[in-house]
């Protein structure tokens, strides 16, 4: 199945994109495609305690199972206001 | 007029002072301005550009602006945060709460830009003089509930 990542601040410089699609296998976490996208970009590492993520726009755990067509967010630490 | 935005476009204290004093029964209305500063940690600043995922970011806002109405009943809010670049001396966020007393509407308006710094999905790219960096504070998490206890605390002092 294929889901969208949305990435923002840093994440979105370092990944030099604002949006990737990626597929990945039926049951796959929020953890999972993290996983991959750090394999891709070792630099994104240093964000692993510290990263916040969503799902179609709301706050999900790493744990989250993900559905075909799923967006998921990786959100760095915020700084509005 | 939506009482929570986010925005490319400058933003209007009135409006949402308007917005939320249109009922008799208010006594107060308390308003919070948030303005784009020319230094940051010993650094001239000549400009912030501020990102949001903005779907969830709104979402986010109503959520904080549900969590003080429960806190202060009574309380009307309205909270507008801009987005793209903005130069100093610009407003990035404005908050209103009017309530019947003073207390409840100071307090409101100190929880929401507190709540606002915990876990809406915005983030400031600073410019400064040699350089720019993306602002990074607080690590979001909507369930933790000390964080949010904190920001009430605050707006209690």
Redesign the interface.
Same mark, same amino acid.
């Given at each position: 199945m294929r889901v969208t990542v949305r990435l923002f601040a840093r994440l979105r410089d370092i990944a030099r994109s604002a949006d990737l699609s990626r597929e990945v296998p039926t049951g796959a976490t929020v953890a999972d495609v993290w996983r991959g996208l750090v394999a891709e970009f070792p630099e994104m590492a240093q964000y692993e305690s510290s990263i916040s993520s969503a799902v179609n726009a709301d706050y999900a755990r790493m744990t989250a199972v993900l559905a075909d067509g799923d967006e998921v967010a990786f959100l760095p630490p915020v700084s509005g206001g | 007029m939506n009482p929570v935005a986010v925005t490319h476009r400058a933003l209007e204290p009135d409006s949402l002072i308007r917005l939320v004093s249109n009922e008799g029964g208010h006594g107060a209305v308390a308003t919070f301005i948030?303005v784009v500063r020319d230094n940051n940690l010993n650094r001239r600043v000549s400009h912030l550009e501020?990102?949001?995922?903005e779907?969830?970011?709104m979402?986010v806002l109503e959520q904080i602006c549900r969590e003080a109405a429960r806190e202060w009943p009574g309380t009307r809010l309205a909270v507008h $945060?801009r987005v793209g670049r903005l130069a100093i001396g610009e407003a990035? %966020?404005v908050i209103a709460a009017a309530s019947a007393h003073r207390a409840a509407a100071f307090a409101a308006c100190r929880y929401v830009?507190e709540r606002?710094?915990? %876990?809406?999905? %915005?983030?400031? $790219?600073e410019f400064f003089d040699g350089g720019e960096v993306?602002?990074?504070? !607080?690590? !979001?998490?909507?369930?933790d509930e000390a964080a949010r206890l904190e920001a009430k605390r605050r707006a209690c002092a």
């Open positions: - | 948030g501020y990102e949001a995922y779907p969830m970011a979402k $945060h990035s %966020i830009i606002v710094k915990q %876990i809406v999905p %915005i983030w400031k $790219h993306w602002i990074e504070g !607080a690590t !979001a998490n909507p369930e």
